[in-house]
């Protein structure tokens, strides 16, 4: 038999400890139901998700795209090489690109695995050469010269470049502490040494 409360401080006193273990257990029923739903969602293996695509597009609220990652096509093109008397062929196989694009759609940077260029800024790094500069002048650096371009065609290479004597056909290189002036038809107008 439960004793009655003599006064109203009893009564206080008495739920204030009904209240108490009625949180006690009211926060152990919330932990019973928490440990078990940790130890199911622990007990899972991490997944792995692969996502395969020939091609992934970044776009903008507006729909234009803003950069592309995908593979290349096997191509061949012949490219003029500063140095060089005639442009070489050269072949790149597929590989993977990024490119970035502005706001209407124009390619202004590339990024594959051996190369970088950016177009606004007329930057190409690619096998250890650096150019820099548009089709009226430019510079380009490379591990043996480095050389400059005018809008008049006149060229400046310090550093190692092919010469062709015009008589012969003969093609002699520079060495590396060299100094040549081209006038605009890639004739010598001054060497040293």
Do not use: C
């Not at 010469?163 to 038809?185: H, P, W, Y």
């Amino acid at each position: 038999m439960i004793p009655r409360p003599h006064s109203l401080e009893d009564l206080h006193d008495r739920i204030l400890k009904l209240e108490k273990q009625n949180r006690r257990f009211k926060r152990l029923g919330v932990a019973a139901l928490i440990v078990p739903a940790l130890l199911l969602f622990m007990g899972q293996a991490p997944s792995k998700k692969t996502i395969e695509a020939n091609e992934f597009i970044l776009r903008d609220d507006g729909g234009n795209i803003r950069a592309r990652l995908f593979v290349t096509e096997k191509n061949t093109t012949k490219m003029a090489i500063p140095g060089m008397a005639e442009p070489v062929p050269i072949t790149f196989n597929p590989k993977a690109m990024l490119a970035l694009y502005d706001e209407k759609g124009k390619a202004i940077g590339m990024l594959d695995d051996d190369s970088l260029s950016f177009s606004k800024s007329h930057v190409f790094l690619s096998g250890g050469v650096l150019s820099m500069g548009d089709q009226t002048a430019a510079a380009v650096v490379s591990p043996y010269s480095v050389s400059l371009f005018d809008e008049q065609g006149f060229e400046a290479t310090l550093g190692r470049t092919a010469l062709v004597t015009a008589r012969t056909g003969e093609k002699q290189m520079t060495s590396a502490a060299s100094l040549v002036l081209f006038d605009k038809n890639k004739n010598v107008i001054w060497k040293a040494p």
